[in-house]
Structure formats: C-alpha cells, structure tokens
C-alpha cells in the first residue's frame, strides 16, 4: 500500500514541481516547434548552404545526449561570462533537443505535400517564403499530427532532465523529499502519476485531433 501521508505532508512541494515542469514542458514546446520547423523548412530550402546548415543542426543535436545539451547551457556558458537558472538552462537544453526531432517530423510532412502546391503558389505570385507559410506548412503539420505528438509526450518525459541540475522540475522535488523521508517508491510513484496527468490528455488531445482530421479529408 502506498504512503499516502508522504503525497498529503509535502503537497506543495509536489505542486511546485509539477507547476514548474508545466511551465518549462509548455515553453520548450512553443519554442521548439517554433526551430523545429525553422530547422524543417531551412533542410528543403533552395539555398545550399540554408540546407547544409539544417542538415549538420539535426544530425549533430539527435546524436548527442540531452543532458550533454543541458550542461552546454548550464556549465558551458558561465565560462565565457553568461550565466542561466537551472531552470532556463534546462528549458533551453529541451528546446535544442526537441526542435532537431520536430524538424524531421515537420520536413516529412512538408515532402509528402505534393509539389504541385508549390508550383500553384508560386505561379500566383507568392514568393517562397509565403508560399510556404500559407499553403505548404499548413497542409504539413495537418498530415504529421500523430508523430508531433509523440514528440510533445517525449518532451514532457524529457523535463525530468531538469532534476539533474536543480531545476525545480518534478524529478528535483522527489530526490528532495525522498531524502527527507527516507522513502524512495511511495515518493517516485506520485512522481510518475503527476507526469501522468500531463501526459495522458496530452495523448488523448493528439488522439482526438487526429480522428478529428481524418474525417476532415
């Protein structure tokens, strides 16, 4: 039977890491789809060196750990005088991290619009830019929901890296109160069913709109 005296006597400390793993899974999600689709849109581009710049952005950064990511922030740029809060640190790492695995996802999504669309937007006087901002992401991101969402779950989960360096997450509060109760399993079981509660609409809100979608076709 679960302790539940532990989740009752440190229920601000619970809520205060759950307030702020919100928070930094909400920000990093805005800011990565925001490169990601940057990075995406730079890997297509007709400019070569737009396109070398997107492709080494996505190879290098899915090919290194997250943590590594979060330690460039935290202890990497202190030594040349910029220094970041665990939190921002964290949430930044996040971002870099996300934002190379959404722009795969966005760049598919991009490739399987066919390339008429383009054509049509250009022939009627856009320019690249706003042909793509208005007729090709659109259809884009509509086709890659499912994956998208994926990878919001994945960067909710990910936030746990903030614990590593302080970062008032979740994870951060239950070493906190695990050592203070001396209780490691009651503590990390509520742990994971707060992460749950971030985590199941999430996968819900990505299923309906996905059904939502399909009917729209």
């Known amino acids: 039977m679960l302790n539940y005296s532990i989740l009752i006597e440190h229920w601000d400390m619970y809520m205060q890491g759950f307030t702020n793993t919100l928070k930094s899974s909400f920000l990093a999600l805005i800011s990565s789809l925001a490169l990601g689709t940057i990075i995406a849109v730079f890997r297509i581009a007709p400019v070569r060196p737009l396109n070398w710049l997107g492709t080494a952005y996505v190879e290098f950064i899915r090919n290194i750990p997250l943590i590594l990511i979060v330690f460039v ?8 005088g910029i220094r970041l809060d665990s939190f921002t640190a964290g949430t930044l790492g996040l971002t870099v991290y996300t934002a190379a695995f959404i722009a795969e996802v966005i760049r598919a999504g991009i490739l399987a619009v066919p390339k008429g669309q383009m054509e049509a937007g250009r022939s ?14 659109p259809q884009a991101i509509k086709m890659v929901i499912p994956p998208l969402g994926n990878q919001f779950i994945n960067l909710v989960k990910n936030s746990s890296v903030l614990g590593v360096i302080a970062g008032l997450d979740l994870m951060y509060f239950g070493d906190l109160i695990s050592s203070e109760t001396f209780v490691t399993f009651d503590v990390y079981i509520f742990v994971a069913m707060f992460y749950l509660i971030l985590t199941v609409p999430l996968s819900l809100g990505v299923g309906f709109l996905e059904r939502r979608l399909a009917r729209s076709r």
């Open 124 to 137: 009627s006087g856009l320019t690249y830019l706003q042909t793509m901002r208005y007729i090709i992401l």
């Open 73 to 80: 922030f935290f202890v990497g740029l202190p030594t040349i």
